[in-house]
């Protein structure tokens, strides 16, 4: 059975960092695709990026391109997600979620994902 732990969720001001990692436990090989998501109080679970399981094939909503990076770490089966120059619009409960085999059309929604974390929230203040 897939499970997945996500950990460095806080409280930080605009324009600050955090991390996020997700550790996934269950895989028999690294071959799965991973992606973080978001949801905020009364909205919709957005995608907000996704990683195929070879670590080159990436994807971001326009809204954190150029501040959030998705990264993986096979041996230590963790994935991350550096958000930078964080905006109050960020804040939401943050979930890793992931599949395998991977490849679904859209890897930003999230019905291409079976497995989800309990989620960590965030909170950036203006």
């Known amino acids: 059975q897939v499970h997945l732990v996500e950990s460095g969720g806080g409280s930080v001001q605009a324009g600050g960092s955090l991390r996020l990692s997700c550790a996934v436990s269950g895989y028999t090989d690294s071959a799965y695709c991973m992606a973080w998501f978001r949801q905020a109080p009364g909205k919709e679970r957005e995608g907000v990026a996704a990683?195929?399981?070879?670590?080159?094939?990436?994807y971001y909503a326009d809204s954190v391109k150029g501040r959030f990076t998705i990264s993986r770490d096979n041996p230590k089966n963790t994935v991350y997600l550096q958000m930078n120059t964080l905006k109050a619009e960020d804040t939401a409960t943050y979930y890793c979620?992931?599949?395998?085999?991977?490849?679904?059309?859209?890897?930003?929604?999230?019905?291409?994902?079976?497995?989800w974390g309990q989620g960590t929230q965030v909170t950036v203040s203006s």
């Open positions: 990683i195929y399981f070879g670590g080159v094939t990436l």
């Open positions: 979620a992931a599949v395998s085999p991977c490849g679904g059309r859209n890897p930003l929604h999230p019905y291409e994902y079976n497995t």
